[in-house]
């Protein structure tokens, strides 16, 4: 099993572009969920798929921030226009079935100059 | 509002030692907990999970503990390596709940 997948691993681009973070879940896994993680405020959820549709996007910071799921083994998290203050490394997780257990992937760390 | 929370923000541990990590929680309902463990650079690696209807669960030189009665989780690390060094996260969830609800992390360095 490969775990799940995050490109880019690193990225570095200039207040005001558009980033896009990928993520392929682990084959079978039905649930889905982007975090960010930084120093200040730790693991925060930013929103949560289950079966390819957005149950709570109640994390999400702010407009800037969308994420789709267009089918089961790939997700994006697209900031537009990026700012320095969402520098942080972001991560993937996701989940199978009734299980509680999600599995993380290796991250995205992003920094907006 | 309810929250996970450590009691030790860093813990400094001698190589062959054990290691024993907590984490309090006070939202009575929950009904599943886990430890990550998380090294730099990478993402958050399940260790080892338990639900509350146990108070005891063993794996790999690892051990977890829960007494709901003071609403405690423990991580018990046997013969501590180098390789244990990382930030160790507790995380409980509530019963009818998909949130993992996460603790700022132990960080957790072995001495040679």
């Known amino acids: 099993d490969a775990g799940v997948i995050q490109s880019p691993r690193h990225e570095v681009t200039e207040m005001g572009q558009e980033v896009t973070l990928r993520c392929k879940p682990i084959s079978g896994h039905n649930s889905l969920f982007w975090y960010r993680q930084t120093m200040m405020r730790g693991l925060e959820l930013l929103i949560y798929f289950n079966n390819n549709v957005p149950i709570d996007d109640s994390g999400m910071p702010e407009d800037r921030f969308s994420a789709k799921m267009p089918n089961a083994s790939f997700s994006t998290l697209k900031i537009q226009p990026s700012e320095p203050r969402d520098s942080a490394v972001y991560f993937c997780a996701s989940r199978g079935g009734s299980a509680d257990t999600q599995y993380f992937g290796p991250g995205t760390r992003l920094t907006v100059l | 509002g309810e929250s996970v929370g450590l009691h030790l923000p860093t813990l400094s541990v001698q190589e062959g030692d054990n290691s024993i990590i907590n984490c309090a929680y006070s939202?009575?309902?929950?009904?599943?907990f886990i430890w990550y463990k998380q090294e730099s650079g990478k993402g958050p690696q399940f260790i080892i999970d338990?639900?509350?209807?146990?108070d005891k669960r063993q794996g790999q030189r690892v051990t977890v503990l829960l007494n709901k009665t003071v609403k405690h989780l423990s991580l018990q690390i046997a013969a501590t390596q180098p390789g244990d060094s990382a930030v160790y996260f507790c995380a409980e969830k509530g019963s009818n709940d998909y949130k993992l609800s996460f603790g700022a992390g132990t960080t957790v360095t072995v001495r040679a």
């Open positions: 338990i639900r509350s209807n146990m």
């Open positions: 939202n009575s309902a929950s009904d599943y």
